[in-house]
């Protein structure tokens, strides 16, 4: 598919570029480093985002150019639409009346768009702009290698992973020759947040419980924690990762209410736990080892239901050789965690 992608930049003018709702460090630094490259190429081209760019990524390259709308209101060549899962995610109206190019590394990617461009091989879809890059012809600018960079380290978790691979390692290399600096990236994106992170942060890592095996951990950030803070949206951000940390956990469960009795779950595991299965089941999706979904109910089925997922993937992992599971309708021989937040 990569070919057809080719064709047709070189054979068109006109472009936008999208991706999902509240952007991330892939989303934001492949849609941005795709918009250096097609400038490179004397299109015509703009970043439409239905969310505004969070404090992290304010620092990327173009990232002042990015026009917070809720609609695609003009009419484009092509919309190159960047790690979704499927056309609903961006949230903007009339996207389906465009040509829409689907450019995602998630194998549980719908395939939505008129050309759908899925490598599920690649780190991050910022791997995949830089090979588009190579094979446009196009040099890979200052520009462009910060972007892409930002990329690759906010989706490999600064290349601790399970996504990372040889090649991702040779994609960053070249992008340092191309002059990026890591360590002043590294501090844009994981060193400047604000004082209410750190609050948010003491109070929801205090919610954090484990399973009695010990192996499954899950914490949950309230609406109020959030209100009584002063935090954003974006602040809890990484806090999945913390109980990952632990030798014990494979795997850990985030809970972000975002409404009354509206969770947005973030999954994380080790080694063979499958969590991208289970984020399936909630009409979600993702990687093995790290994938996310939206939960509505009261926190006690969140909890029961979610959390009961991870401890059934972690005792039956691995089953068949393969990390794929047949995972349980209803977990009732898991006796619901008891712990309250």
């Known amino acids: 598919m990569l070919s057809q992608v080719v064709e047709l930049i070189e054979s068109k003018r006109r472009f936008a570029i ?41 620092k990327l390259p173009g990232s002042e150019h990015v026009r917070v709308t809720p609609r695609i209101d003009r009419q484009y060549d092509a919309v190159f639409v960047i790690e979704c899962s499927d056309i ?45 890059c190579k094979a446009l012809g196009v040099r890979v600018t200052k520009e462009i290698a910060e972007c892409v960079y930002t990329a690759l380290i906010t989706d490999t978790g600064s290349f601790h992973y399970s996504n990372t ?25 994981f060193s400047s947040y604000p004082w209410s992170k750190i609050e948010l942060m003491s109070e929801v890592l205090a919610t954090v419980r484990r399973d009695q095996s010990g192996r499954v951990a899950w914490l949950v950030q309230t609406l109020d924690m959030q209100e009584r803070t002063g935090a954003s949206d974006e602040d809890g951000d990484g806090f999945v990762n913390y109980p990952m940390s632990c030798g014990d956990v494979e795997a850990c469960a985030f809970f972000k209410e975002t409404a009354p009795g509206v969770y947005r779950v973030s999954l994380r595991s080790k080694c063979d736990v499958n969590v991208a299965r289970i984020a399936e089941r909630f009409r979600g999706g993702g990687h093995r080892n790290a994938a996310g979904c939206t939960f509505n109910g009261t926190w006690d089925e969140a909890e029961r239901e979610v959390v009961g997922q991870l401890v059934y993937a972690v005792e039956h992992r691995g089953e068949n050789g393969t990390g794929a599971l047949q995972l349980p309708q209803q977990p009732e021989s898991i006796p619901a965690p008891s712990a309250r937040h």
Do not use: C
């Open 88 to 132: 609903t995610r961006p949230g903007v109206i009339d996207l389906e009346r465009q040509f829409v190019v689907n450019i995602d590394h998630h194998s549980t990617t719908a395939l939505f768009g008129d050309i759908n461009w899925i490598d599920s091989t690649a780190s991050a879809v910022g791997e995949m702009i830089y090979n588009l």
């Open 18 to 58: 999208t991706s999902h709702i509240r952007p991330d460090g892939d989303s934001l630094g492949s849609s941005l480093g795709l918009y250096w490259l097609l400038r490179a190429l004397d299109k015509e081209v703009e970043v439409v985002m239905r969310d505004a760019v969070p404090h992290a990524y304010q």
């Open 165 to 189: 691979s040889e090649r991702t390692f040779k994609v960053a290399s070249e992008l340092v020759r191309a002059g990026v600096k890591p360590a002043k990236v590294s501090q844009a994106v």
